[in-house]
T-cell receptor
Framework: DTGVSQNPRHKITKRGQNVTFRCDPISEHNRLYWYRQTLGQGPEFLTYFQNEAQLEKSRLLSDRFSAERPKGSFSTLEIQRTEQGDSAMYLC??????????????????FGPGTRLTVL | GEDVEQSLFLSVREGDSSVINCTYTDSSSTYLYWYKQEPGAGLQLLTYIFSNMDMKQDQRLTVLLNKKDKHLSLRIADTQTGDSAIYFCAEIRSSASKIIFGSGTRLSIRP
């Protein structure tokens, strides 16, 4: 399977614990995105990387959240001191960004199946 | 603003056409997307339209864009049971990389 993969698919944890999710993008893709989706809502952007550089972070990404992409391939998203409000589906996506004038570049993002986090 | 709005539910009879509507607020949107999400599956890009187009057709799917009114619609012809899913309208601006999603429209099919 050459699509975006995420592990684990499900995570149940107790409030106050730390959790870490992993995303493996499509191999030649240089951009990697994290989104969060709560029940009944569309995905909300959290952060994205171009290669190993983290280029944008949403205000949704509190200090308890940290994302890394150390070698420009897979990425991890860690949540420290989890709260019940962190319960959601965490989606990863990747894309191949080839640049272009004015950023008018069709930049299809391919999504993984997500990691469903439940904080008790 | 970054709001994308769509109705929450749509029910259609099998074989009829489905029309899902969406409004957005950001006039600098460059691409507008329709994503499909089925239970247990990831988001799947169904189709997209560039902001300088007003229509795009792809087999059973027709996308209409009214840029003046910031209105986007997705028409699914001959709706089948396999079309049951949540459909998300989404946009992206040329100056940004993040996709802004609506809340999704749940399409259910009646026999």
């Amino acid at each position: 399977d050459t699509g975006v993969s995420q592990n684990p698919r499900h995570k149940i944890t107790k409030r106050g614990q730390n959790v870490t999710f992993r995303c493996d993008p499509i191999s030649e893709h240089n951009r990697l995105y994290w989104y969060r989706q709560t029940l009944g809502q569309g995905p909300e952007f959290l952060t994205y990387f171009q290669n190993e550089a983290q280029l944008e972070k949403s205000r949704l990404l509190s200090d308890r959240f940290s994302a890394e992409r150390p070698k420009g391939s897979f990425s991890t998203l860690e949540i420290q001191r989890t709260e019940q409000g962190d319960s959601a589906m965490y989606l990863c996506a990747s894309s191949l960004w080839v640049g272009g004038t004015g950023g008018l570049n069709y930049n299809e993002q391919f999504f993984g199946p997500g990691t469903r986090l439940t904080v008790l | 603003g970054e709001d994308v709005e769509q109705s929450l539910f749509l029910s259609v009879r099998e074989g009829d056409s489905s029309v899902i509507n969406c409004t957005y607020t950001d006039s600098s949107s460059t691409y507008l997307y329709w994503y499909k999400q089925e239970p247990g599956a990831g988001l799947q890009l169904l189709t997209y339209i560039f902001s300088n187009m007003d229509m795009k057709q792809d087999q059973r799917l027709t996308v209409l864009l009214n840029k003046k009114d910031k209105h986007l619609s997705l028409r699914i012809a001959d709706t089948q049971t396999g079309d049951s899913a949540i459909y998300f309208c989404a946009e992206i601006r040329s100056s940004a990389s993040k996709i802004i999603f609506g809340s999704g429209t749940r399409l259910s099919i009646r026999p």
